[in-house]
């Protein structure tokens, strides 16, 4: 086959790729679930556990907004908050913090087990300390919780009939490297995974979840093993849901922008440190990472260029890409303009995150928050 017939024959593979993933993703802005700020929730048993390492700019402003939160929450409620090591006098400010409300309670972490990640064990030591009935929601320090974040979420929980759900925090970006990344969280899940069959399935697999809020029944929790069952797994997250999912429960991704923020990552050194310590172990082996970063770049890179040489498929190719990122950005409090127009750019930025993260485990130079992440993690 010439050259030229080749190129035909990608263009148009990718133009049907990029229509299909434009589909689904239409689709789940359609179904998505989403907490409902006028919702009420029963007067069960409420704990919120976070975990803090060295948060001594974020912990004050996560506290506020969750004491707001828990001002409405009409039951028991606990606020658990673990100091895991923290050098930076993080643990000090806790303490200060928790004699103003007696809601808040602070424990101090004791040193990560061998063959468990710091954040796993962090959370684990929490819900060991945590009520074992009602409901378990885990929040991460740099999120800001909107006043009515815990109900409508607890709410959305209990009256989809699922054990487990992830309301994605709208996350704030700001720099060029945080615009050209960030959003490529929330596109990545709804562009490939149909959520309402997820929801269904009990296929580990087919699950989406964000450690920045995950809201789950404690029962569901204990039975799926806790964060013991994925004490080794970088992307602890996903691990949770599917070992909740394997365990007989259900779970599924929700759009959190109304009740939540998150500013995940402050410039480029930040979020090449974020990604490198976890997209190496996205796609399960290195041969799949290889096929995922290759499909992306058939799809949302090679339209573009055939387009800047005239190519009329190569125009609907790009196209197609942009209106899956838009929709999935206004679907989740992103920014869209302009940002999805460069949507190709922020798929060649992924790919090299992904090549550096790669290398990185290989060579053993992956850490997080001044820990190595050792050999033995998923």
Request: glycine share 8%; hydrophobic share 45%; charged share 20%.
């Amino acid at each position: 086959m010439r050259s030229a017939e080749v190129r035909r024959v990608a263009l148009r593979a990718a133009s049907v790729g990029a229509a299909a993933s434009l589909a689904l993703t239409l689709d789940n802005a359609r179904r998505i679930r989403r907490p409902d700020p006028t919702a009420i929730a029963n007067p069960e048993p409420l704990n919120v556990l976070l975990p803090v390492r060295d948060e001594m700019d974020e912990i004050t402003g996560c506290l506020t907004a969750l004491r707001a939160a828990a001002d409405r929450w009409p039951g028991r409620i606990r606020l658990l908050v673990l100091d895991d090591e923290s050098t930076d006098g993080t643990g000090r400010l806790l303490d200060e913090l928790a004699r103003t409300d007696e809601r808040i309670e602070v424990l101090h972490g004791t040193p990560t087990p061998s063959g468990w990640l710091g954040k796993s064990w962090a959370c684990e030591q929490l819900s060991r300390n945590a009520d074992h009935d009602g409901v378990l929601v885990f929040v991460d320090a740099d999120v800001r919780l909107a006043p009515d974040a815990l109900v409508a979420s607890v709410a959305l929980l209990r009256t989809s009939g699922l054990d487990l759900i992830s309301p994605y925090p709208r996350q704030h970006a700001t720099g060029p490297a945080e615009r050209l990344v960030q959003p490529l969280v929330q596109w990545s899940w709804m562009s490939t995974l149909p959520l309402g069959l997820a929801e269904r399935s009990a296929r580990p697999s087919m699950s989406a979840a964000n450690g920045q809020l995950l809201v789950v029944d404690a029962a569901a929790y204990h039975r799926a093993g806790g964060h013991a069952a994925v004490r080794a797994d970088v992307l602890e997250d996903i691990a949770l849901l599917r070992a909740v999912k394997r365990s007989g429960g259900r779970g599924v991704a929700a759009d959190g922008s109304a009740v939540a923020d998150c500013h995940m990552y402050h410039g480029w050194r930040e979020v090449r440190a974020g990604y490198r310590k976890s997209l190496w172990s996205a796609f399960g082996s290195l041969p799949g990472t290889v096929a995922v970063v290759a499909l992306l770049n058939l799809l949302y890179v090679v339209p573009p260029l055939a387009a800047l040489r005239g190519s009329r498929a190569g125009v609907l190719g790009y196209l197609l890409g942009v209106t899956s990122r838009a929709v999935s950005a206004r679907s989740t409090g992103g920014r869209v303009w302009p940002d999805a127009l460069v949507h190709p750019m922020s798929i060649l930025a992924f790919t090299a995150l992904t090549v550096d993260s790669v290398l990185a485990r290989r060579t053993g130079r992956l850490s997080w928050k001044g820990r190595a992440i050792s050999e033995t993690t998923r």
